[in-house]
């Protein structure tokens, strides 16, 4: 469909996602492809995506968590121990792109729900599966969680400050890099379609995604032998790119990478005289000599707030950034100016704000995004526009069970 009257057709429309996942690595990849264009079928058992109930924050009946990561998504609900839910699941498959799934290995093959089977009867089907280990090795059944991964992976053992026990990233990216990587691969498979005609299947490990994001700091360890330890705000080779308390408790981070900046951030703390001092001369010398450069940095801080220091730092040229929590975050111009906070909201009423999309595209942008849906909000729609069936046939399913479709709650006084 052309994009018309300058309303751009979204980059991803005319794909469909048959979205079999719940908690969080599985819906932010799905979101991911909603927010980016393509109708994200949302299948859910009678119970519901678990995240709908995770306290402590709700807007209704649903939990906040859920609601940040499921909108621009419809849901059906299908009973998958029904033999006429288990065929409806497959008739979906049939009529979408891109299957993604986080069931611990091994859970889908009891069902008859397996690559195998599905690309027999739609064989451009694209099976993305996330997983803790993946689908392959001695643990592959063992289960993991985002927590989990973290650990094990290595990365926690950098994280939190040196002397101290190793604490776990404050958010969860064991979870978001899997839903990163499954979008990625299933996309370049996509692409791979183009040629081929045919679909595959991606095999996503929470552990590899951890692992992979090691980055330089697995190619430091395996040419030396050494391990990095805590990384606390600092930096394994720059003296002056770290973090810094100021007045009042706040605290910022600069990142004084060259000669130039150091002298800036001399003069602009008022310690010009350490341009001089032999011990922080260069680069190396201020590494040398780093533990006692840091009381002295921070003692000048101390003056004055982070309020303070982060413009006069700016125009001197040394990158600088406040540590924000989330109120500061979530109200920061720059944030509110990139659409990074959306408002969603519903026909029942219900409102939510939510952290938005971060890819922007030129011509094609997503003109809006829909609240997330209700359990089986849209299960007859879903029925009737996408396999087809008549009132008869979504009638008989509901009545036996096979799928759930929501009835929205009448307001007091109708």
Known sequence: MAASEGLATPTLAGLRVLDLTQFLAGPYATMIFADLGAEVVKLEAPVGDWSRILPPNFVGDDSCYYLSINRNKKSIVVDMKSPDGLEIVKRLADESDIL???????????????????????????????????????DR???AYDMIVQAISGGMSMTGEPGRSAVRSGIPLGDLSAGMYAVIGALAALEERRRSGKGQYIDVSMLDCQVSMLCY??????????????????????????????ASGSSLVITANTERMWQGLCDVLGIADMKDDARFTLNEDRYANREELWPILEGAFMKHTADYWVPKLLAAGIPVGEINNLEKALSNPQVLARDMVLELSNDEGAEIRVAGNPVKMSRTPMETHTYPPKLGGETADILADVLGADGEEIARLIETGAVYEYTPKKAKGD
């Open 217 to 246: 700091q697995a190619g430091y360890y395996l040419h030396s032998g050494n391990n990095p330890g805590r990384q606390g705000w600092g930096h394994d080779s720059i003296p002056t790119y770290r973090g810094f308390n100021c």
């Open 100 to 138: 993604v799934e986080n069931f611990r290995p091994g859970v889908l093959d009891r069902l008859g729900l397996t690559y195998e089977n599905l690309s027999e009867r739609n064989p451009g089907l694209i099976w993305a599966s996330i997983s803790g280990f993946g689908q392959t090795g001695a």
């Open 141 to 143: 059944d063992r289960p």
